[in-house]
């Protein structure tokens, strides 16, 4: 697995003209390629009069799944500039599309280029990007006694603390990144006295 990846802080729009065509630069965080293509029929839907929506996502930590159409424009002038925006951006599970407005002006290959891939990076740069990184998905298990201190020990040292569960013992599930294991099991143990038990699951991405 990937150690981080970058992603869209959300969904955002970002507009440009580029001698009197619109281009409008819909993104969006794309969980799944299902998601991604529901985004561009979505976008499509919202500008059925434009000249072309043209798209470009990337979906997997590993960017397994890439996929780009120029819809109409001539053949890699439009979604491969904004995958290679995208990609040279290290962003992962995100779609782009690109509504064009035509105005009447030529732009020719090199300057449609520039133009779709200079409208998914000022649209990046406006929403904003977030990092996520791999972590390792974590239970502690520890008397009612010793939990609120822990819980609070453990948010006060900078632990994602995802869920916790009240049984008759309390579990509290936390992400540790790989590397910090082994040191937070011994300072797991001395701050409970060895009560503790640590119980650790699968890997999963979170906020950086």
């Given at each position: ?16 003209e580029i ?92 300057g449609l ?52 569960g ?43």
């Open positions: 697995m990937q150690e981080q990846y970058r992603t869209v802080a959300g969904e955002g729009v970002h507009e440009t001698s009197r065509s619109r281009f409008i630069c819909a993104l969006a965080p794309a969980a799944t390629e299902e998601e991604a293509q529901a985004f561009v029929a979505r976008i499509r839907r919202e500008h059925p009069t434009a000249t072309h929506n043209c798209f470009a996502y990337v979906v997997g930590a590993d960017a397994a799944v890439q996929k780009a159409s120029d819809d109409g424009e001539p053949g890699g002038t439009a979604g491969v500039p904004m995958l290679q925006m995208l990609m040279r951006r290290e962003i992962r599970y995100t779609v782009a599309v690109v509504t064009r407005y035509y105005g009447g002006v030529k732009l020719g290959a090199g280029i520039r133009a779709y891939g200079g409208a998914v990076g000022e649209a990046l740069d406006a929403v904003g990007t977030i990092t996520r990184r791999r972590f390792r998905l974590a239970t502690v298990t520890v008397d009612h006694q010793r939990a609120g201190k822990l819980e609070n020990d453990l948010r006060a040292t900078g632990r994602q603390v995802r869920e916790v009240y049984t008759d013992t309390v579990r509290i599930e936390i992400g540790l990144p790989d590397s910090d294991v082994d040191a937070f099991r011994a300072w797991l143990a001395d701050v409970t006295a060895g009560t503790a038990e640590l119980e650790l699951g699968g890997e999963a991405y979170g906020d950086a």
